[in-house]
Nanobody
């Protein structure tokens, strides 16, 4: 199994920045993809960004392209999400997740392990 712990959330004004971190432990050698999802109250959980653990290839939701940057440090088993130019609609609980599958997907069901979630609140 893989354990994931998020950190770095909080409250920020619109236009500001935050950096989320996700530390992985356990069977990290089995990870193929890591990603970020978010869920606002009353809404479905949605894909934000993902990165392949080996090659570092990235994928972003259209709503965050140009504003968010996903990265990883394999030596530290840590993934990051740099969030710039934050908007009120970015307010949500953000979840770190990892997949052990060969194929890539933005569907939450393709991800096997999840962090506890961390609140990001953007004030207008």
């Amino acid at each position: 199994q893989v354990q994931l712990v998020e950190s770095g959330g909080g409250l920020v004004q619109a236009g500001g920045s935050l950096r989320l971190s996700c530390a992985a432990s356990g069977r990290t050698f089995s990870m193929t993809y890591m990603g970020w999802f978010r869920q606002a109250p009353g809404k479905e959980r949605e894909f934000v960004a993902a990165i392949s653990w080996s090659a570092g290839s990235t994928s972003y939701a259209d709503s965050v392209k140009g504003r968010f940057t996903i990265s990883r440090d394999r030596a530290k088993n840590t993934m990051y999400l740099q969030m710039n130019s934050l908007k009120s609609e970015d307010t949500a609980v953000y979840y770190c997740a990892t997949s052990t599958r060969i194929s890539f997907s933005t569907y939450p069901g393709f991800y096997d392990y999840w962090g506890q979630g961390i609140q990001v609140t953007v004030s207008s």
